[in-house]
Nanobody, 128 residues
Framework: EVQLVQSGGGSVQAGGSLRLSCEAS?????????MGWYRQAPGEEREGVGT???????TYADSMKGRFTISKDNAKNTLALQMNSLKPEDTAMYYC?????????????????????WGKGTLVTISS
């Protein structure tokens, strides 16, 4: 069973930076995975931040381009999200997710955003 353990997050003032990490365990050797970050603000639907497929190709949601950077350490099975120039509207629960996929990632949106495994989420709060 794939497990995703998230760390990082917290509270910062607008303009600040935060880094989230997600360590994956239970991955099957020889199987490729897509991993990604998603967020859900209070009263809103979960939305995609960005994904990285097994080739290393990164796709960001249009509204996330420029301030958010995804990276992955394959040796450690760890996914990271660097968030800069944070705004109060970035306040949300941030989730790490994964799915078995060889060289592609699901498109953002739809049921579970197409992902099969989810971390428990970490709260990011940006104050003005």
């Amino acid at each position: 069973e794939v497990q995703l353990v998230q760390s990082g997050g917290g509270s910062v003032q607008a303009g600040g930076s935060l880094r989230l990490s997600c360590e994956a365990s239970g991955l099957i050797y020889g199987i490729s995975y897509c991993m990604g970050w998603y967020r859900q603000a209070p009263g809103e639907e979960r939305e995609g931040v960005g994904t990285i497929d097994s080739t290393g190709r990164i796709t960001y949601a249009d509204s996330m381009k420029g301030r958010f950077t995804i990276s992955k350490d394959n040796a450690k099975n760890t996914l990271a999200l660097q968030m800069n120039s944070l705004k109060p509207e970035d306040t949300a629960m941030y989730y790490c997710a994964a799915i078995q996929a060889n060289g592609w990632c699901p498109k953002f949106g739809g049921r579970s955003n197409g992902m099969a495994y989810w971390g428990k989420g970490t709260l990011v709060t940006i104050s003005s």
